[in-house]
């Protein structure tokens, strides 16, 4: 039997409206769902709770057994779920797989986290037992995109769960099958009890309720900066942690003494990864001016080579964009940039949804898909003449992300890197890279810090409470 039974899969009644799922490379139908309103918040959280009470007093080795299951099931239904990101998110094959890899990965983590040494013994001045210890938050509202729909909901989904936590899930309509109800369905195969994983799909009113909801004391989201200042905002007023993974226009140095034999693969993998549709695409090439018409002209050819199409029925490099609100963001910034002045070197075109991989040169402050996030498979190209100016053009920006760098000394590279201010960094390689053993976030408008894998997690779906043991009742003065 398919993990994915429509008939089945979900579980409870939702308001919302019925929502079609689509094929952004034909257009087709692949599901129907309800969508979640903000009336379905509140009693969501409250089944969430209820289901929580034995959870979170369930042994650290029977939460990390149910984890380290569900990672199993990510392999187990590797074919299945492939198929619905190849056709849901316009993943090519390559792309679906990492994301399951990831889910696993994450999976196996967070197993790790149920038992990790929960607190700390505490000098007293009084004669007593004092300690420190990580108490789960209670529930979780996790908020997730379209563009990496798997990774981007279980990074906050699994650690939350292995910590003792319930977990509402927001996912974006658009991928409401690949980046929620799959993980109801591996969850549930796994083990974990009914009710404490709850799947809302809906739009910005239903997140807006997950935010100003008491009984979510943590929010993790992910997605733009503008949405992110909203969350961060409403968070705040409800005196609430927000957990903010944003937007980037993420930088790719070239220094002088590249290899551009080596290179030229690496930065088109950069942009054109996903259709650039990734917060740590990169946003912008800053090469040496020694290098610079050669790096165009080179990656500029690479981008012609790239084969664009269905990803479900041919071997592509780029899938389809989302949806026809996305193809007009990035075909709009495009021709913005160009106005202003940009060469086109390649692409800067577009068949249905199927948009050109694009390389722009003579680009510069003015140009808008420089300097904004273009969230598309835009290669803007910038030459500068020393490593101070690179480092300015890269720190320029309200974003700080992801950051490469590529020189034969990866020394050098060490210390430009100190001069820009970014929550991630890789010498010797471009800026998409994730790992569920490392932390990941970004600073400035790229959001809140690293929030995500490791440590992190722990202090990202904990709370630390203090407290004291004595013997005999503490005597006072009255």
Known sequence: MPLLDPTTWQSHSLSGPAYTVTEPATGDSLATVVLAGPEDVAPAAEAALAARTEWARAPHFVRAAVLRKAGDLFGT?????????????????????????????????????????????????????????RV??????????????LILSIRSVAPALALGNAVLLKPDPRTAVCGG????????????????????????????????DPRLPVISFTGSTAAG?????????HLKRAHLEL????????????????????????????????CMTTGRHLVHASLYEEYVERLAAKADALAVGDPHRAQVHLGPLIDGGQLAKVHGLVEASTAAGAKLAAGGTHEDLFYRPTVLAGVDDR????????????????????????????????????????????????????????GIVHINDQTVNDEAVAPFGGVAASGTGARFG??????AFTDVRWTTVRGDVAPYPF
Not at 86 to 112: M, N, T, W
Not at 136 to 146: D, E, M, N, T
Not at 196 to 201: A, G, K, S
């Open 367 to 422: 140009t808008p898909a420089y300097a904004e996030e273009v969230f598309g498979p835009v290669a803007p190209v910038r030459a500068f003449g020393t490593p101070d100016e690179a480092a300015a053009l890269a720190a320029t920006g309200a974003y700080g992300l992801s950051l490469g760098i590529v020189t034969r000394d990866p020394a050098r590279g060490l210390d430009l890197a100190e001069r820009i201010p970014t």
């Open 454 to 459: 490791g440590e992190a997690n722990l202090e």
């Open 136 to 149: 789960p938050v209670g529930a979780v509202g996790v908020i997730a995109p379209f563009n990496a729909p």
């Open 181 to 212: 109800l799959s993980l109801a369905a591996v969850f549930a195969e796994a083990g974990l009890p009914e009710g404490l994983l709850q799947i809302l799909p809906g739009g910005a009113e239903t997140g807006a309720a997950l935010v100003a």
């Open 77 to 133: 239904h590797a074919g299945e779920l492939r198929e619905w990101l190849v056709r849901e998110s316009g993943s090519i094959p390559g792309k679906a797989d990492f994301e399951l890899h990831v889910a696993a990965q994450e999976c196996y983590e967070a197993a790790a986290l149920a038992s990790r040494p929960a607190g700390q013994v505490l000098p007293s001045e009084a004669p007593r037992l004092s300690y420190t210890r």
């Open 229 to 237: 200042r909203a969350v961060g905002e409403a968070a705040g007023r």
């Open 247 to 278: 937007g980037g226009n993420s930088a790719l140095i070239v220094l002088e003494d590249a290899d551009l034999d080596a290179v030229i693969s690496t930065a088109a993998w950069g942009s054109f990864f996903h259709q650039g549709q990734i």
